[in-house]
């Protein structure tokens, strides 16, 4: 049996793998497959860091980054800091597909959205309400300085936010792995044609505005049907900083494995941030695949997804951090 097509992608999001196998199944391309796949976890709010109502910024709100990439073409739609709007990677695909652009931001990308025919709705839940109140309580402080108005743009409201002026100062990041798992995935089809996707809503009280790595290409995903593809997942403004999926399918394209082109990429990010958070995929044209990712005390196992025709349907697989 051939090892072709085949779907990968991190995290143990099972159904995201599924719904791009079932989408290959019928007879969708690379990139439909890739783009369902995503937006399954967007619809599911994968582990909270996917999708509408997770991981709100110090404003309070959610918003979205995702990206697409087709590999024989070489072209990409992104979006980022999308208010709004669930389903980003459509929103990126759209972006791709209907412009000549390949990135949209803000609140731009919303009415770009809006006038794709996206629905324009609330994107917060209870539940981001609550993490947010949980964490305002925590993090806002009296302003005792009368001489400093309070900050209009944060709701901390007469009270100073002291907790991105920390992180900001921490030079290794906050970065907390328990609540951050973008998806990103990367499907080959059975002729080597090569998609990837991302899709997630960030960095938890982020400071509104930030942009991580998961919708940049090169940084978040990467596709070339030369090579094959890679994702990433982890601190994005660290990560974003060594094109690790970029640096990995270019790795490939010279002959390395795809586990090897994931390590030597975390390990490139691994000189300077030692103790930094984070994992990658990777899977070349002919269906070889790998993993890997940055050992921390609490992260030393990363859990990612494949289907091809001998699973026929998703596999767990682990892979030990080192
Ligand atoms: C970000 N890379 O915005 C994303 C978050 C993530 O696993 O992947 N968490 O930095």
Redesign the pocket.
């Known amino acids: 049996k051939s090892a072709l097509p085949l779907v990968i992608n991190t995290w143990n999001f099972e159904n995201a793998t599924n719904a791009a196998w079932n989408t290959l199944q019928t007879g969708g391309s690379v990139l439909d497959a890739v783009e369902k796949g995503c937006a399954q976890c967007e619809v599911e709010q994968c582990d909270g ?1 996917v999708g509408f109502g997770g991981s709100p910024d110090e404003s309070g709100e959610t918003t979205l ?1 995702a990206m697409i990439m087709n590999g024989e073409t070489m072209e990409v739609g992104a979006v980022a800091n999308l208010h709004r709007v669930k389903n980003a990677v459509g929103v990126a695909r759209a972006v791709m597909e209907y412009t000549e652009h390949t990135f949209i931001v803000g609140e731009s990308a919303s009415i770009f959205a809006q006038n794709m025919g996206f629905k324009s709705e609330e994107l917060s839940t209870d539940k981001s309400k609550a993490i947010f109140s949980q964490w305002m309580q925590q993090n806002c402080q009296p302003n005792y300085r009368k001489s400093v108005s309070p900050d209009p743009s944060t709701s901390c409201g007469p009270y100073k936010l002291k907790a991105n002026l920390w992180r900001k100062k921490n030079p290794k990041g906050s970065f907390d792995p328990s609540s ?3 998806i990103g995935m990367v499907v080959i089809g059975k002729n080597g044609q090569v998609a990837a996707a991302t899709s ?1 809503n ?2 938890s009280h982020k400071i509104p505005g930030r942009v ?3 919708p940049v290409a090169g940084a978040g995903a990467y596709a070339d049907s030369t090579a094959g593809g890679a994702a990433a ?5 660290i990560m974003m900083r060594f094109l690790p999926s970029f640096l990995a399918v270019d790795l490939m394209r010279n002959g390395a494995l795809p586990s090897v082109a994931c390590e030597t990429a975390i390990s490139r990010i691994k000189q300077h941030y030692p103790d930094f958070f984070g994992a990658m995929i990777c899977a070349n044209t002919t269906g070889g695949y790998g993993a890997a990712c940055n050992k921390r005390p609490e992260f030393s196992q990363f859990s990612f997804m494949v289907a091809n025709p001998q699973t026929n349907q998703s596999m767990l697989q682990k892979v030990d951090c080192f």
């Open positions: 860091s980054d951050h798992d973008t997630t960030g960095a991580g790595d998961s997942t982890g601190d994005g403004d």
